[in-house]
């Protein structure tokens, strides 16, 4: 059984009121009292544990669950349109790169057809630099067809 009562601070400044204590005075109760007041607080807490059922379990971890997927769900979305900006501004800067490398390699054809052409005239400077664009152009197909025959083969199987 607990008891209400009022106490005066150790220090004199106020009194505390209605503070509630699984204890009171010395001249009210016994030891015997307050060892029952402690088991009678016992038994309540085993009681509403007693009252926590197995739906109670299921339902919170339902919520848990529904919780946990909505957060996932957030994160992913989230992740989704940062690669999407990324991957946006990737296309951007390799288009951008792709256009400056073929300028510069048509700037390099040409400095080299002006640089030949004193040498050798201009249309054999001409033959020379095409001729030798055609043969790289011819190695690198090539090069290209091999290893797409190498990812039929690769796929050929599956059939």
Not at 69 to 82: G, I, M, N, P, V
Not at 102 to 107: C, E, F, G, P
């Amino acid at each position: 059984m607990r008891t209400t009562h009022t106490t005066t601070e150790p220090d004199g400044l106020g009194k505390i009121e209605g503070e509630r204590t699984a204890f009171a005075p010395p001249s009210s109760h016994s030891a015997r009292e307050a060892a029952e007041v402690f088991e009678e607080t016992a038994e309540q807490e085993e009681q509403a544990e007693l009252r926590h059922s197995l739906t109670d379990d299921l339902f919170a971890l339902f919520e848990d669950g529904k919780t946990y997927l909505e957060a996932e769900f957030a994160f992913q979305k989230s992740r989704t349109s940062f690669v999407a900006n990324r991957a946006k501004m990737a296309v951007a800067f390799g288009a951008a790169a792709f256009g400056i490398l073929h300028l510069a390699l048509i700037a390099l054809t040409v400095g080299t057809v002006i640089a030949l052409a004193p040498i050798v005239g201009p249309w054999v400077a001409t033959l020379i630099v095409g001729g030798v664009l055609i043969v790289l152009g011819i190695f690198c197909a090539r090069k290209l067809k091999g290893k797409i025959d190498d990812i039929r083969a690769a796929f050929k199987g599956d059939e």
